[in-house]
């Protein structure tokens, strides 16, 4: 077991590029840390790193031990969870991270089914708009929403995500509602910065992805704050339909209709860490995700319909004469 747990350490060190790092990861001090691999190469009789004032890196017999060493360590640690599993299901703790709006009205609602059918495995969520480093912050599970940045985890698509236009009653009133894609500029739009860049648009025509320069006096890294202040009466939004689902249901805000573009739906992926040595828990709970969504229509699934009410057809409202 004491030459496992130094294997551990080796990786640990080699994937995070410092001693102390690998050492707070694995709840050591580095003195600790630095023994474990000093014992693994007096045992191997061969230096596997070289140590400078700079940091550490692995020697050529570092980078062959490591090499073979890590897939060793997932068929341990795939083999383990499958025994475990046989015996009283998945156990122990899953970290998951995902965007704020999606942990809020998706993604904390199937941890708590998951979670009371599977009461030994404890799940910790956190909620950022930008990617978390997954070795460093030691998750299992990540989602994102649309296009995915060069990376070497695996994405699994497990759903598509609708996007709404959306404006309150009190400001289609006031203001009129936008009747082709241009007109998106003569109104006071609110940016989603979490998810729109520049103040750009996207939507689609035909199979083909259109364009279109919005501009507003508010914008937030928040969607819950940029529905809130399309709730409110400032402006349209563009936002993911299942964070606005309620808000369209009780007619807070009204669902927004273009004669010729419609809002995209942007698949959602969840990353994990390798293709061969899915960790059993993580499986489980992608299994989960994906039947779960497809049983509930307001969650964004591979099968998922979304069910809404409160729109407004295109024939109903006038165009806009006036900038907001």
Excluded at 41 to 62: F, I, K, M, P
Excluded at 101 to 116: C, D, K, N, P
Excluded at 128 to 149: C, H, M, T, Y
Excluded at 232 to 256: K, M
Aim: charged share 20%.
């Amino acid at each position: 077991m004491d030459k496992i747990r130094h294997m551990r350490a080796l990786i640990t060190v080699a994937k995070l590029g410092s001693l102390s790092a690998a050492a707070k990861t694995l709840g050591v001090t580095p003195g600790m840390m630095s023994k474990q691999i000093k014992h693994l190469e007096d045992v191997l009789n061969v230096r596997l790193l070289h140590r400078t004032t700079r940091g550490v890196s692995l020697t050529d017999a570092g980078e062959l031990y490591v090499s073979r060493v890590d897939d060793i360590l997932r068929s341990i640690d795939e083999v383990e969870a499958a025994v475990s599993m046989l015996a009283a299901g998945p156990r122990g703790l899953l970290r998951v991270n995902c965007p704020p709006s999606f942990g809020t009205h998706v993604l904390t609602q199937v941890i708590a089914a998951f979670a009371r059918d599977n009461p030994e495995l404890r799940v910790e969520l956190g909620l950022q708009d930008d990617e978390p480093d997954v070795i460093a912050s030691r998750l299992d599970l990540i989602f994102r929403l649309g296009k995915l940045r060069d990376s070497s985890l695996v994405a699994k698509h497990v759903g598509d995500a609708p996007f709404v236009l959306c404006a309150a009653p009190a400001y289609i009133e006031r203001f009129g509602a936008p009747d082709r894609l241009v007109d998106l500029a003569n109104f006071n739009c609110i940016i989603d910065a979490s998810i729109q860049f520049d103040g750009i648009w996207e939507l689609r025509h035909a199979n083909s992805k259109v364009t279109q320069q919005v501009t507003g006096n508010f914008s937030s890294l928040s969607t819950e704050a940029v529905i809130e202040a399309a709730i409110e009466g400032l402006g349209i939004a563009y936002v993911p339909q299942y964070a606005v689902t309620e808000e369209l249901e009780h007619a807070e805000v009204i669902e927004l209709q273009l004669r010729d573009a419609e809002p995209v739906t942007l698949p959602l992926y969840a990353l994990y860490g390798s293709r061969d040595h899915v960790a059993a828990k993580v499986r489980i709970f992608l299994d989960f995700y994906e039947d779960y969504a497809t049983k509930h229509a307001h969650l964004p699934g591979i099968a998922g319909v979304y069910l809404v009410q409160g729109t407004v057809p295109r024939t109903s409202v006038p165009r806009a004469f006036s900038t907001a």
